[in-house]
C-alpha cells in the first residue's frame, strides 16, 4: 500500500513541530518521507486530508484488556471462564481504535489472554492496536495480583518464570515489586517490598539478553529502590518516588509510568471497594507531589491508564492526560507522554511523524495543542498505513 496523505497540517519529529504544505508518504507500513507539495512523485495516489491535523498514534503504556473497567474487576472476573474473558478482551480493542490509541502496553492477563489477543491482532483476525503483551506478572507466592501471576521464590525459579513467559510469546516483562492498592482484600500492602533485588536481577539479566524490556509495578520505596537497581526500564506508579530515587532513575535510564488517573478514581469514588479506597486516600497526595516535583526531571516519562481497573476503562488515557495536565500545564509536553516519549519507552518506531517509523496516526479536527480536548475528537485512525477507524 502507497499513497501521499495531502493537505494535512503534521505534527511532526520530536518536538511535535507544525508542518504545513508538506506531505506524508506511506509506503509498506511506514512513513517513507515527508515532503512539499511541489516535491510529490506523478506516481503515486493522493489522498486528501482536508485540511485536518495529522498526530501519531496514541500509545498507553498501562493497561489489562481482559478486565472491566467497573468498580469491582476482580469480582467479574471470578464470575466469567475463559472463553468469556477472551471475548472481552477482543470487544474491548475496538474501544481503543476508536480513541486513536494504535499501540497499548498489556501488562497482567489471567491464564495468559493478552498473549493470544495480540497475536490474533498481529495475524489479522482481530482489529485492533498494537498490543505488546507480558502475559502473566512475575510475582512472589502470595504477592500483588495472584489471579494472573506465576509465582515465583528466588533466584532460579525468577529465572525459570522469565523463560517461561519468553517462550509463550511475551514482548515485555512485568513484575510486582511491592503490595497494591486494588486486587486483593488482605494479605498486601502498599508499603511492602515483595520480589528482592536478587530475584529481579535475575529476571532483568535474562529479559535483556532476549531483547525485552521489564516493567516493575512499584508504590512503596523499598520495592523502587529494588527495581532500579535490579535494571527494570520502567517503573509502574512510584507512588514513594523521592529525590534519591529520581536521581537514580536519572542515571540508569529508567522511565517512570505515573497512572495518575486511576488512584484519583480509587480514592474519590463510593462504588470502589472499601479496602482499595482507604489504601488509595492514603497515597494520592504523594503520588501527586511527585508527578509535580519530578516532572521535569530528566526521567523520561510515559503516559499508562491502567485501564481496565476500577472505574477506569478503556478509552481512559485520555483522562490519564487530563489528570497529568491538571498537575503540569504543559499541553505539548503531556501529549508527548502518549506519542513520543512512549515510544521511546517501549524501544520501538512508533510515536512520531517521522520518516523510517510505522504509519501509525490519527487525524483530528482541531489541533490538540492548543487543547487537550482536541484528542477526543478522532475522525480517522490509520494502523500500519491502513485506516482502520
Not at 162 to 185: D, L, M, N
Not at 295 to 314: E, K, Q, V, Y
Amino acid at each position: 500500500m502507497e499513497y501521499i496523505m495531502d493537505n494535512i497540517q503534521i505534527l511532526y519529529g520530536s518536538d511535535l513541530e507544525m508542518k504545513t504544505d508538506h506531505g506524508v508518504w506511506m509506503k509498506d507500513g511506514e512513513i517513507y518521507n515527508i515532503l512539499p507539495k511541489k516535491d510529490y512523485p506523478d506516481h503515486v495516489e493522493y489522498v486528501d486530508g482536508e485540511g485536518k491535523y495529522l498526530l501519531p498514534g496514541l500509545i498507553d503504556l498501562h493497561v489489562h484488556i481482559m478486565w472491566d473497567g467497573l468498580k469491582d474487576p476482580v469480582a467479574t472476573l471470578e464470575e466469567e471462564g475463559y472463553e468469556q474473558m477472551l471475548i472481552r478482551a477482543v470487544s474491548n480493542c475496538k474501544n481503543y481504535v476508536e480513541s486513536g490509541i494504535t499501540t497499548v502496553r498489556d501488562i497482567g492477563s489471567v491464564d495468559d489472554i493478552a498473549l493470544h489477543v495480540a497475536k490474533g491482532v498481529k495475524r489479522g483476525l482481530v482489529i485492533g492496536p498494537n498490543i505488546i503483551a507480558s502475559g502473566k506478572t512475575l510475582t512472589m507466592t502470595g504477592g500483588h495480583d495472584p489471579f494472573w501471576a506465576r509465582f515465583v521464590d528466588g533466584r532460579d525459579e525468577a529465572l525459570k518464570g522469565v523463560r517461561e513467559q519468553i517462550f509463550k510469546g511475551a514482548e515485555v516483562i512485568k513484575v510486582s515489586s511491592t503490595g497494591g492498592v486494588y486486587g486483593r482484600h488482605e494479605g498486601e500492602s502498599v508499603g511492602n517490598a515483595e520480589l528482592s533485588m536478587e530475584e529481579q536481577q535475575v529476571i532483568c539479566n535474562e529479559a535483556h539478553k532476549f531483547g525485552l524490556k521489564v516493567a516493575s509495578h512499584a508504590i512503596g520505596r523499598q520495592g523502587i529502590f529494588n527495581s532500579i537497581q535490579a535494571g527494570v526500564d520502567t517503573i509502574e506508579h512510584g507512588h514513594y518516588l523521592d529525590e534519591e530515587l529520581a536521581t537514580m532513575m536519572e542515571e540508569k535510564g529508567t522511565a517512570w509510568i505515573p497512572t495518575l488517573f486511576v488512584y484519583q478514581q480509587i480514592a474519590s469514588l463510593e462504588e470502589i471497594p472499601a479496602y482499595a479506597k482507604e489504601k488509595a486516600v492514603e497515597i494520592v497526595e504523594r503520588h501527586e507531589k511527585a508527578f509535580k516535583s519530578f516532572f521535569d526531571r530528566n526521567i523520561l516519562i510515559g503516559a499508562g491508564s491502567d485501564a481496565g481497573s476500577p472505574c477506569t476503562p478503556h478509552t481512559a488515557l485520555l483522562d490519564e492526560l487530563f489528570m497529568m495536565y491538571k498537575f503540569v500545564p504543559n499541553i505539548k509536553e503531556i501529549i508527548k507522554t502518549a506519542t513520543i516519549n512512549a515510544g521511546e519507552i517501549l524501544g520501538r518506531r512508533v510515536g512520531k511523524i517521522q520518516e523510517g517509523y510505522k504509519a501509525d496516526f490519527v487525524l483530528l479536527g482541531k489541533n490538540p495543542l492548543d487543547d487537550l480536548k482536541y484528542l477526543g475528537e478522532v475522525e480517522q485512525v490509520f494502523i500500519d498505513g491502513r485506516l482502520v477507524y
